[in-house]
């Protein structure tokens, strides 16, 4: 019900800045289905290009939905990449939402990713987040910065709803 209010003030928003917040929030939630289905429904035509990134990033902000984030840009990167071609921060911030991990494992999967998939676009975004994925000194600061981000997104995007919606929704 949260998340069906949540999507319909998205639907309704008139203001892009608006639609970008709703859309991040659509991530929070602790539900993978309803994390999958805001990946999905980023690439659907009621998306702007620009817009896909807010989605992206708010579904891999959290913690739960990591993975599933990751798999999905693997997954879809060709229609990641059409839609997103010739736009350096756009693809820039896609390639962020792999510094959350924290293995050797996901390093070699992200590495490989990227050497079969360049992007010269986001060549340095890349390997940034391969130094992040590999300093453990960088990974618990990166943990840290991750609550955080939530916390403060929470707050900004609960008092952000109870201004637009008047109720508290999340």
């Known amino acids: 019900a949260e998340y069906e209010a949540l999507f319909g003030l998205y639907k309704k928003a008139t203001f892009q800045e608006e639609k970008m917040r709703l859309m991040k929030s659509l991530g929070g939630f602790r539900d993978m289905n309803l994390a999958r289905r805001t990946l999905e429904f980023s690439l659907s035509p009621d998306v702007r290009a620009g817009d896909v990134i807010f989605a992206v990033a708010g579904v891999a902000a959290n913690s739960r939905a990591r993975d599933l984030t990751w798999e999905f840009v693997r997954d879809n990167w060709p229609e990641f990449a059409k839609r997103l071609r010739?736009?350096?921060?756009?693809?820039?911030?896609?390639?962020?939402?792999?510094?959350?991990?924290?293995?050797?494992?996901?390093?070699?999967?992200?590495?490989?990713?990227?050497?079969?998939?360049?992007?010269?676009?986001?060549?340095?975004?890349?390997?940034?987040?391969?130094?992040?994925?590999?300093?453990?000194?960088?990974?618990?600061?990166?943990?840290?910065?991750?609550r955080l981000r939530r916390m403060f997104i929470s707050f900004h995007n609960n008092t952000f709803l109870l201004k637009v919606g008047g109720h508290r929704l999340i």
């Open 86 to 146: 010739g736009s350096k921060w756009l693809l820039r911030h896609l390639v962020e939402t792999t510094t959350g991990f924290a293995t050797r494992e996901r390093e070699a999967e992200v590495r490989e990713f990227f050497a079969k998939n360049p992007v010269p676009e986001a060549k340095r975004a890349i390997e940034q987040s391969l130094e992040r994925i590999r300093n453990p000194f960088l990974r618990r600061r990166i943990k840290l910065c991750i």
